[in-house]
């Protein structure tokens, strides 16, 4: 396998960690409590003071309590996943991302002046064989695919950079699946996760990635078949139901992408749904908050502020030691105050659509910069991403972060100022256009996320976080201090 620019000392270092890795996975059967925390220690060694003792106490007391729910969870990923699946996931997810990358990241980001993510979502191919309502990639067609140069361009300036993990969506990705499975090849060093509404899932393809053990899922799922095949299609939730079986029978680790929307806020968060995903062999779930991306776009799907509300709370229920489930809920809306507000423009991620174009986000189709003619380096350093990483975060309230959906002021200043083009691939949107769509529910949103914000509950939260590292820009970081 080419090593790709990788020098000879991180080849070795990695290879050491391989090392103590197969042995750890080996001795798991004997004392797996024992050899979980060989983890922590790992951790803890990489990260050192960038986090408090306290911290890493906390999570040895978690693996040490063999009936927790950390530690259930823990070992339904060990016993449920395929051992090379597993061995790959430690190496490229935990030491590639999580230890080395994040410490060469943040050097870059000094060095550089500049956000550097920790991962880059990429689309091989605006091709797609659905139409969900609501969604723009549906109606894009199949005039823009990312060649397979594209793709390996992109992971390897990212490496340099120390960016480890990689997110594909769409349109479907899978349309693409020789190439994808191609780059997970040859870039055996990273991690690859793939959004995909599941219907091109199939046994040989499962059996390739089984293989490779570097690529893992999220499964597109909104509720019952009544409320999912509402919105997706007739037929898309047995499709679902197959691709997992699938996933699960070859132990590939898999999680779910659910868009939630006032129509189906209660189907996708209820008990019955969190545990069927689990039971399934779903380890971990993206929730996303419903975007009026697109001219198209359906604004009365937008949840009302007493769902959003309820959402907070629920997300934060099921991830609670009490709930006992195998199954790890994450909001990118809500999520915002444990990662200091809104993570795109490259903060933490930034978005390469099927054309080529760099956009700040995945929901945010503006951008000064195309991956044919810039480098991702000069991409990070475009006039829109410069602004992003000048104006993080967007609100000191971290459950107001986007500067689209709760501060459109600042997301119209940001392109205008910037003379991002629209990047829409079908109907280009006016910014005015897209962020009228978001005036009301920001306004009706900000005074009910300040009480939120200011409770005695939240308040001892942002106390936890106090001093943590936060990727925001030196002047950010001058104006607090002074």
Not at 237 to 251: E, P, R
Request: charged share 30%; aromatic share 12%; with cysteine.
């Amino acid at each position: 396998m080419a090593n790709n620019g990788t020098s000879l000392t991180h080849k070795m270092e990695r290879k050491a960690v391989e090392i103590l890795v197969d042995k750890i996975l080996k001795e798991m059967d004997k004392d797996r409590n024992k050899e979980v925390l060989k983890l922590v220690d790992m951790a803890e060694k990489f990260y050192g003071k960038d986090y408090k003792k306290e911290d890493y106490d906390r999570y040895r007391a978690m693996v040490a309590d063999p009936n927790g729910r950390w530690m259930k969870f823990l070992n339904s990923f060990f016993d449920d996943c395929d051992p090379h699946v597993v061995k790959m996931t430690i190496l490229n997810l935990l030491y590639e991302s999580f230890f080395r990358g994040t410490k060469t990241i943040r050097k870059n980001r000094e060095k550089y002046d500049c956000n550097i993510p920790w991962l880059i979502l990429f689309d091989p191919t605006d091709a797609c064989n659905m139409h969900c309502v609501g969604c723009w990639a549906g109606e894009y067609g199949h005039k823009h695919n990312l060649s397979y140069e594209d793709m390996d361009r992109i992971v390897t300036e990212g490496k340099a950079l120390g960016i480890h993990l990689y997110m594909l969506t769409g349109g479907e990705p899978l349309v693409r699946k020789n190439d994808i499975l191609k780059l997970a090849e040859k870039h055996y060093d990273v991690e690859f996760s793939i959004y995909t509404n599941s219907t091109l899932i199939d046994e040989e393809f499962c059996q390739k990635v089984q293989k490779l053990g570097n690529i893992a899922f999220q499964l597109s799922i909104e509720g019952t078949e009544e409320t999912n095949d509402g919105r997706r299609g007739e037929g898309h939730y047995q499709a679902v139901m197959k691709a997992m079986d699938l996933l699960k029978k070859y132990g590939i680790l898999y999680g779910t992408s659910i868009c939630y929307t006032r129509a189906n806020i209660d189907a996708v968060t209820n008990d019955q749904f969190i545990h069927m995903l689990a039971d399934k062999g779903a380890k971990y779930g993206f929730f996303f908050h419903y975007m009026p991306v697109g001219n198209g776009a359906v604004k009365e799907l937008l949840p009302t502020p007493e769902q959003r509300k309820y959402m907070i709370k629920r997300i934060r229920e099921l991830r609670s030691p009490e709930y006992d489930v195998n199954f790890f809920p994450m909001d990118f809306q809500n999520d915002g105050e444990y990662v200091g507000g809104c993570i795109a423009g490259g903060r933490n991620y930034f978005h390469i659509n099927s054309a080529g174009d760099a956009e700040p986000c995945v929901f945010i189709h503006y951008s000064n910069a195309n991956i044919h003619d810039s480098s991702i380096l000069e991409i990070l350093k475009s006039p829109l991403f410069m602004a992003y990483h000048k104006g993080q975060p967007f609100n000191e309230n971290h459950l107001r972060p986007c500067p689209m959906l709760e501060n459109p002021e600042m997301l119209r200043k940001m392109v205008k100022e910037t003379g991002a083009h629209s990047t829409d691939l079908e109907s280009p949107e006016e910014v005015d256009h897209l962020c009228e769509k978001c005036d009301d529910y920001a306004k009706t949103w900000a005074p009910e996320a300040q009480k939120i914000w200011d409770s005695p509950e939240h308040k001892a939260k942002q106390h936890d976080y106090k001093g943590r590292y936060q990727n925001y820009s030196k002047e950010y970081k001058a104006k607090k201090e002074a």
